[in-house]
Every structure is written in C-alpha cells, then in structure tokens.
C-alpha cells in the first residue's frame, strides 16, 4: 500500500505570521522617532562621528569619566552647516591653585591643531561654564583630558547641524538667529539653546497629531490580516487531523470521506479527490440523493467500496 505525506503546516505560514505581527507593530508604534542617538565619547576617542542633523553625546558610560583620560573626537556636520554644541551638563574636577587638571578643550575645525573656541580650559561647573560652542565649519573637535585622580559626572552635549538665517522650508527658525531642522522640534531637547525649539509643544502636538482616520484603517487592516492568517493556520491544523483519522482508519461516517478499495493507494490526492468524496461526484451536473445509513456499492476504475454517507450521485 502507498501511503503520500499529508498536508503540513509549513514553516512559511509561521514566518508570515510573525512578520505580520512585527508590522503591525512598526505601524503602530509612536509616530515620531528621535533622530540622533546617544553616543559615548571615551568608546569613540581618535574617531570623526559624521551626522545630518542631530545627536547626543556623553562624556562616559559610566556614572563618572575615567582617570587618565587624553581623548580627541571629530564631530562633523553636513556641508555649507556649522556644528552648535549645546551644553546640558558639565562636571569635571575644580581647578586647583588656578590651574584645571581635568579639563576640556573645543577646536574648530577638524583637528586639536585648529583655533580654540573655549578660550581657557574648561573644567569645574556651574556658571562659568559657557552653555555650548559653535564652530564656523562644518567641524569641531572636542579634547578631553584627566589626571590621576578626582573624576565626576562628566558633561552631556547636544550636537545640532545648523545653518544662518533666512531659514529653508523645511528648517525651524531658532530666536537665536540660526536654523535647525524642522523634524528637531518638540523632540525634548533644546537644539536651538533658548527653547525656541521646544516651545508650546502641547499644542503643536494636538493640531499636528497623527491622522487618526489612517491610523484606525491601518489598525483594522492589520487585524484583518492577521485573522485571515490565524484562520487559514487554524484550518490546516484541522485538515491535518482528518487527514491522520483517514490513514490510520478512524474516520466517523459522518465525516464523508470513504474508504478506497484495497489496491487503491492511500494518497492525499484520494483524501481532498473526488474519489474520497463519491457524495460529490457528478454526471451532467444532475445529482440524486441517496439515503443515509444505506449501503450503496460504487465501482470506480475496478475498485468498489461502500458508502453510508448522506451523499447526492449524479445520475
């Protein structure tokens, strides 16, 4: 006897599913995205970090900078932009006798060789601390150093590609006279160094919110979709199990499925087939019903079986 394999939920079905689900996500989620990181000065030391419109730096990933620390680190901006640094937090160690052990020095331009914007070393904090730097190039490059010991909290700097008035279109027209991007506004930090940026945000995000109609669509069709997907699972987990029944015999006569003569294979061309269905057959498209429970002999290619199935024979 020829057994054929059965219908398998394949693996493909699976993946769909689960990419169905991850979309759905995506489209869900927050309709506005940060666009800078956080980045790590002292994992970066020696490097350029070029960028199109904003990020965030860090002096360390720990909770303080390190001892012995001589670190240099390129920031370049998009062509015909200069780089603002806007200064969010600033602790390095004191002076001492007049003179900063721990300090940090900003250049303009892409090398420590360049003039620097600071003119003294910067070190301490509190408000002789300038509240950012800005370079007359695309460029700036940041030089940090310590001594072997007292280390704090280090300093946090918002890097923004700026751009002098008239602003384009597409740039947001900071009360300071420069232009940043338009997609940096209401973002929770303050590329422009008043505020301009964040200004009334509640406001803009009531009149500038997601488009709720399109948002609802997009809902109902994800979940649509994923419906049909989990239906269509759920229906070959079922043909499975009837195509198991059918193998291994068990199959209830109310299942409508007969059994194939003994020389006919078992396949599962047989089992969806219209031979396993003989209720189905039709001649002419004319049908004839055949009482349940009864006992009606079928001959088909030599092969004969019975049927006590509800069924319709055409005539």
């Known amino acids: 006897m020829v057994v054929s394999n059965g219908p398998i ?31 790590y000065m002292e994992s970066a030391c020696g490097t350029t970090i070029t960028f199109t419109e904003s990020f965030q730096m860090d002096s360390s990933t720990g909770i303080t900078y390190k001892n012995l620390l001589d670190c240099e680190l390129t920031v370049t901006g998009p062509s015909g932009h200069f780089v603002v640094a806007q200064i969010t937090r600033f602790e390095l160690e004191a002076a001492l006798t007049g003179s900063c052990t721990d300090y940090l020095d900003v250049h303009d331009g ?28 695309d460029s700036m490059t940041l030089h940090l150093l310590s001594d072997s010991s007292g280390v704090y ?14 602003c384009s279109s ?3 027209n900071c009360n300071t006279s420069v232009c940043i ?14 505020s301009t940026d964040e200004q009334d945000c509640a406001a803009k995000a009531s009149s500038d919110g997601p488009d709720v109609v399109m948002i609802v669509l997009i ?27 059918f193998l291994h015999g068990k199959m209830d006569d109310d299942d409508g499925i007969v059994a194939p003569g003994p020389s006919y294979p078992l396949t599962y061309q047989y089992y969806k087939g219209i031979r396993g269905h003989p209720v189905y057959q039709a001649n002419s498209s004319h049908y004839t019903d055949v009482e349940k429970d009864t006992t009606t002999t079928m001959t088909d290619s030599g092969h004969s079986f019975d049927n006590k199935a509800q069924s319709s024979v055409s005539t």
């Open 9 to 39: 939920i394949g693996v493909s079905s699976r993946k769909f599913l689960y990419f169905v689900i991850v979309a759905a996500g995506l489209l869900l989620a927050g309709t506005k995205s940060l666009d800078y990181s956080l980045l």
């Open 110 to 137: 892409t090398s420590t060789s360049a003039t620097k914007l600071n003119s003294s070393p910067v070190c301490g904090s509190g408000t002789s601390i300038p509240s950012n730097f800005t370079s007359s190039g």
């Open 153 to 166: 909290t280090g300093f946090n700097m918002v890097f923004v590609a700026a751009t002098s008035e008239p």
């Open 181 to 194: 991007p338009s997609s940096l506004e209401c973002d929770g930090f303050d590329q422009c160094g008043d």
């Open 170 to 172: 597409s740039q947001l």
């Open 219 to 245: 809902t109902l069709t994800v979940l649509v979709v994923i419906g049909c997907v989990v239906a269509f699972v759920a229906y070959r987990i079922y043909d499975r199990n009837r195509w198991k029944k």
